[in-house]
C-alpha cells in the first residue's frame, strides 16, 4: 500500500503546484481524484495522497459541475468495487480454521475473531455499495397496503356505481 501511494504521490506531484502555493483544480487532478475513489479510497485518503485539504475537493464539487459529474461515476465504480470485494472475502477462506495442538493431539478449530471480522468487513461493504448504488444493491422496498373489505365500504362502492351508471 505504501509503494502504491509513493507511486500516485510521484505521479501527482507532477501536476501540483510547489509547496505553499495553493493548488488550482485542473483536468488531470480531476481524473487522479477520481480514480483514485473508484478504486476504493475515502474522499480523505484521497485528498491526502494528492496533498490537497478534503475541504478543497468538496469546494471543488460545488464549483465544478464537469468534476461532480466524474465523481459521481467514481462513487458509482466504487460502489461495484466493493460488491466484487463482498465476493472475494466470503470466498477467502484461509484463516477461517486454526490447528490446535492440545496435548499432542493436533486439531482445527475454528478462528472466531477472523470469522467475526471478515463479517464485519462484508456488512460495512454492503452498507456502504447500498447508499452509493441503492436501486441496484439497495434493500428493495414494497408498500403494502391492507384493504379491508367490509360490507359498509363495498355497498357504498357499489352503490355509488350504480348512481354514476344511472346519470348517464
Given amino acids: 500500500m505504501t509503494r502504491e501511494k509513493d507511486?500516485?504521490?510521484?505521479?501527482?506531484?507532477?501536476?501540483?503546484?510547489?509547496?505553499?502555493?495553493?493548488?488550482?483544480?485542473?483536468?488531470?487532478?480531476?481524473?487522479?481524484?477520481c480514480g483514485l475513489i473508484a478504486k476504493g479510497y475515502s474522499v480523505c485518503k484521497t485528498a491526502d495522497t494528492v496533498g490537497i485539504g478534503t475541504s478543497t475537493v468538496y469546494a471543488w464539487l460545488r464549483v465544478y459541475p464537469k468534476f461532480l459529474d466524474m465523481y459521481e461515476k467514481a462513487k458509482e465504480d466504487q460502489a461495484d468495487l466493493l460488491a466484487e470485494q463482498i465476493l472475494e472475502i466470503c470466498d477467502d477462506g484461509r484463516n477461517d480454521w486454526?490447528?490446535?495442538?492440545?496435548?499432542?493431539?493436533?486439531?482445527y478449530k475454528v478462528n472466531g475473531e477472523h470469522v467475526q471480522r471478515s463479517r464485519l468487513r462484508v456488512d460495512a461493504r454492503k452498507w456502504m455499495a447500498s447508499k452509493l448504488k441503492p436501486r441496484k444493491y439497495g434493500e428493495s422496498s414494497r408498500l403494502?397496503?391492507?384493504?379491508?373489505?367490509?360490507?359498509?365500504?363495498s355497498t357504498w362502492l357499489s352503490d355509488t356505481l350504480n348512481d354514476i351508471d344511472n346519470n348517464k
Avoid at 486454526?98 to 486439531?107: F, H, I, P, S, T
Avoid at 391492507?146 to 365500504?153: A, F, Q, W, Y
Fill in 144 to 153: 403494502q397496503a391492507e384493504v379491508k373489505n367490509t360490507s359498509d365500504r
Fill in 7 to 33: 507511486r500516485i504521490a510521484k505521479k501527482v506531484k507532477k501536476i501540483t503546484q510547489p509547496e505553499g502555493r495553493p493548488i488550482l483544480y485542473n483536468d488531470e487532478m480531476a481524473f487522479a481524484i
Fill in 98 to 107: 486454526m490447528e490446535v495442538n492440545d496435548k499432542g493431539n493436533e486439531a
